[in-house]
């Protein structure tokens, strides 16, 4: 009886709640060392593993999503559990009680995790890496529709490492978060298969290596190409950043006055200013959030006139532009701002975008007597109207332009693209993170979050705080130098007046969010017609063999024909690859010459042409009528006995498309190759007449099979993708042209004459037609490395994957563009 009890008790030690609990209590340990460590980010890669690998012995979506809220919950103890303490000090509340509030609302702080696990349970039928790509997607929409307070996701913890952060610049943080996810999910999948030989765990661990050295790549080649547009000489400004060390301003009021309180704050920064100015010669200061705690130029007493005198006189006596934290109010209301002062006065105010929910601002449908009877400390202010762009001005004519962002702003990327699409050359940070004082934990996540504003759009930043962290931050987001938490101090340095580069975010945006979101989209409707099942896979995968005297479309090869089209369309490619390489190195991806086109009808679209009129040549049919295959080509009819025939096999290089090849018995290959239209239903028909197929390799022939099968005639032919097509930009486009160039829509034929009018047509067309050639090229290159790495890690994954990925290229190609092209003539 005591053995069987020792035995239950191992078996319930060993089952799945046991592991998930081992499993959350190793992660949020990882965790926990990671948020707490600048050094030991190496550890994001795998401090999900231990959670991963619990949760794939679940068996339920009900036990996918608990795992999921207890590891939200074991994550917000692990990463956050100091916001909880300042919490508790900020409003009074005993530290127990708002670490326990935090434990209850953690499923709503950070969704993405128990959302994460519930997708990947609930798609795992579809495959591993189908459920791994999806709970991503999942993870990436949740913290785009749902924004957190901080800000924070996971590849914050990346800040440290100088070249992986780089390609922020593509995706924002939310890239380095899927690196992440995707960098636990590869090792988790290795340790799944240590026991089941190499072949099983090789390319997970391939791809486990691969993530962050291609994030290195790139961080390194991306850090050489800032640091030769960096060398370049430029004006520069010196901006002076006072760190005045005062904090809670309400206790000041108390012990003493408003008034008094006001007085030392300016006193201090008055001297501080001055002392930067005598000390460093700056050219322009910045105060922090909220440092002049009263509307400025809108005075509630004749001592708040008089003190808005004062640093409008301070201003004019330095002869220096200053900006500075207060408060503006209006008929809706008062906001938190920044106020830009020059010596001839005010210049303008930044609202603040984003206050801080509840603690700055109340949402009208939220608010009331009650509301203000629980929380007192609840506050009033309104939410500005988005990005502005203000010069700071030295006094010999040298301007900078700056976004100015305050506290909560610089959380997410929007106002700071907002900002460099304005064409700003800085960011003017201002923050207010004294009640971070007893919590350092909070202000350091702050001025990491900072950092990848800087990164995202290359613009260097001066980030100034009361209490600190205050910094300079260039535009690799490497802090350059940072006043110490505490210290009453003055940062000065020079900041380049100059455009930043451009970068893929602030050319669109939060882009990633939308994305995952749209890939979800996708994912949903394709299963919802049943495209994923197992089942319909199957029913796919069975050839249905034609009927006798049913005819096959194909080409039937000579061997010289043959490798003329593959030539012809290799010219094509070089071609092509060419004109991209020599757009590149110019003005990038847009037409803006002659010679573009030039090289594009001569180097493209002319052998494209010459190979499809080698095929339109060698067109023909083929069908089974007893033991003879029939082929007729233009009036030619060839017969072949099929008890002549011996094997037929696939061409190893499927060129110019996958073919076969006929061999007879008497060892002799055929002179001619076919090329049927849908290869498995010819094969399975000669297979069902007795004709062995000797084909060598399963990969070609797999890949080969589901591409002809998910290909669909008159969508993926060339001619509707880059002849008709292109149209349905160009013409409104041309029309567009002639209207603005010549007053009318045949403006040029009335001016010139019916030669020019075709001629500006047919460039326009062109030019649209070598654009949506190069996307193609795009799509099709991702759609077959991807279904390559798919069939190497998944065999059985191919047909799924190939439908899923070739509609989604359709998608983007065929709706992706005009929606593109509609927003961007709007806008």
């Given at each position: 009886m005591g053995i069987e009890r020792v035995r239950g008790a191992a078996s319930a030690m060993n089952g799945p709640w046991a592991r998930l609990l081992l499993g959350v209590l190793m992660s949020s340990a990882l965790i926990a060392v990671f948020a707490a460590q600048r050094a030991a980010w190496p550890i994001g890669?795998?401090?999900?593993?231990?959670?991963m690998l619990a949760l794939h012995g679940l068996r339920s979506n009900g036990a996918a999503i608990a795992a999921g809220v207890v590891m939200s919950i074991a994550f917000v103890l692990a990463a956050f559990s100091w916001f909880g303490l300042a919490v508790a000090e900020y409003t009074g509340l005993p530290v127990g009680w708002t670490l326990l509030l935090f434990c209850l609302l953690a499923p709503l702080l950070q969704p993405q995790v128990w959302l994460y696990s519930w997708a990947r349970h609930a798609t795992q039928r579809y495959g591993l890496l189908w459920a791994v790509v999806v709970a991503s997607m999942t993870w990436l929409t949740a913290e785009w529709l749902l924004p957190k307070v901080l800000g924070d996701t996971f590849g914050h913890g990346l800040a440290p490492a100088i070249t992986l952060r780089q390609i922020a610049d593509l995706g924002g943080v939310g890239a380095i978060t899927l690196c992440l996810l995707l960098s636990n999910e590869a090792m988790a999948a290795v340790l799944r298969a240590r026991r089941a030989g190499w072949r099983s765990w090789l390319p997970a661990l391939l791809a486990f290596a691969l993530i962050p050295s291609a994030m290195g790549c790139y961080g390194v080649w991306r850090l050489s190409e800032l640091q030769q547009a960096w060398s370049e000489p430029v004006e520069e400004l010196r901006v002076g950043l006072v760190q005045s060390a005062l904090v809670d301003y309400e206790q000041r009021r108390r012990d003493s006055s408003a008034h008094a309180v006001v007085r030392e704050v300016l006193d201090v920064h008055f001297e501080l200013s001055q002392s930067a100015i005598e000390q460093h010669g700056v050219d322009a200061l910045v105060w922090a959030e909220t440092v002049y705690p009263t509307t400025f130029l809108n005075p509630r007493s004749e001592d708040g006139a008089a003190f808005d005198r004062e640093i409008l006189e301070f201003v004019r006596q330095i002869d220096r532009p200053l900006v500075f934290g207060t408060y503006d109010i209006d008929h809706a209301g008062e906001y938190n701002a920044a106020a830009f002062v020059e010596p001839g006065g005010l210049l303008g105010f930044y609202r603040k975008t984003r206050p801080f929910p509840i603690t700055e601002h109340v949402p009208s449908w939220l608010d009331g007597p009650r509301l203000r009877a629980w929380l007192p400390w609840a506050g009033s202010w309104q939410p500005g109207d988005g990005a502005r762009?203000?010069?700071?001005?030295?006094?010999?004519?040298?301007?900078?332009?700056?976004?100015?962002?305050?506290?909560?702003?610089?959380?997410?990327?929007?106002l700071a693209i907002e900002g460099a699409r304005l064409g700003?050359?800085?960011?003017?940070?201002?923050?207010?993170?004294?009640?971070?004082?007893?919590?350092?934990?909070?202000?350091?996540?702050?001025?990491?979050?900072?950092?990848?504003?800087?990164?995202?759009?290359?613009l260097p930043q001066l980030r100034v705080t009361n209490n600190g962290l205050s910094a300079f931050i260039d535009p690799a987001g490497e802090v350059l130098a940072v006043a110490a938490a505490g210290d009453r101090a003055v940062l000065a340095g020079p900041v380049p007046a100059q455009a930043p580069p451009p970068t893929l975010m602030v050319r669109w945006g939060e882009w990633l969010g939308p994305a995952a979101l749209a890939g979800l989209a996708v994912?949903?409707?394709?299963?919802?017609?049943?495209?994923?099942?197992?089942?319909?896979?199957?029913?796919?995968?069975?050839?249905?063999?034609?009927?006798?005297?049913?005819?096959?479309?194909?080409?039937?090869?000579?061997?010289?024909?043959?490798?003329?089209?593959?030539v012809l369309r290799g010219a094509a490619a070089t071609g092509l690859g060419l004109l991209l390489v020599l757009m590149l190195r110019g003005d990038g991806l847009q037409v803006s010459s002659a010679w573009q086109i030039q090289l594009y009808l001569a180097a493209v679209v002319l052998p494209l042409c010459l190979a499809g009129l080698l095929k339109f040549i060698v067109v023909g049919t083929a069908r089974v009528?007893?033991?003879?295959?029939?082929?007729?080509?233009?009036g030619r009819r060839i017969e072949l006995d099929l008890d002549q025939l011996q094997a037929l096999q696939r061409w190893c290089l499927p060129l110019p498309a996958p073919g076969l090849s006929l061999q007879f018995r008497s060892g002799r290959r055929w002179a001619f190759a076919l090329m049927p239209a849908d290869p498995p239903q010819l094969l399975a028909c000669l297979v069902a007449q007795g004709v062995r197929d000797a084909t060598a390799s399963a990969w070609s022939a797999?890949?080969?099979?589901?591409?002809?099968k998910a290909r669909r005639r008159w969508l993926d032919s060339a001619w509707?993708?880059?002849a008709l097509f292109?149209?349905?930009?160009?013409?409104?486009?041309?029309?567009?042209?002639?209207?603005?160039?010549?007053?009318?829509?045949?403006?040029?034929?009335?001016?010139?004459?019916?030669?020019?009018?075709?001629?500006?047509?047919?460039?326009?067309?062109?030019?649209?037609?070598?654009?949506?050639?190069?996307f193609a090229a795009a799509l099709r290159t991702a759609i077959e490395t991807l279904c390559w790495v798919l069939f190497a890690i998944h065999r059985t994954q191919v047909a799924t994957a190939r439908f899923a990925l070739e509609w989604l290229g359709r998608g983007m190609f065929y709706l992706g563009v005009p929606i593109w092209f509609a927003w961007r003539v709007l806008s």
């Open positions: 890669f795998v401090a999900w593993v231990p959670w762009v203000f010069p700071l001005r030295s006094r010999d004519g040298r301007t900078l332009q700056v976004v100015p962002l305050i506290c909560l702003d610089d959380v997410g990327s929007r700003a050359q800085a960011i003017v940070g201002l923050s207010n993170d004294a009640w971070f004082s007893a919590t350092p934990q909070g202000a350091e996540l702050h001025l990491m979050v900072a950092q990848f504003r800087s990164i995202e759009t290359r994912f949903l409707v394709v299963a919802a017609v049943g495209r994923l099942s197992a089942s319909r896979d199957n029913a796919a995968a069975r050839v249905t063999l034609p009927k006798p005297g049913e005819a096959h479309k194909l080409w039937l090869l000579p061997s010289s024909v043959r490798w003329a089209i593959v009528e007893g033991r003879c295959l029939i082929i007729e080509q233009r797999t890949l080969s099979d589901w591409r002809s509707l993708k880059f292109p149209l349905l930009p160009a013409l409104p486009a041309f029309r567009l042209h002639q209207h603005i160039t010549y007053g009318g829509a045949f403006g040029e034929y009335y001016t010139y004459g019916l030669q020019a009018w075709l001629l500006g047509l047919l460039i326009w067309w062109a030019s649209w037609s070598l654009g949506l050639m190069l």
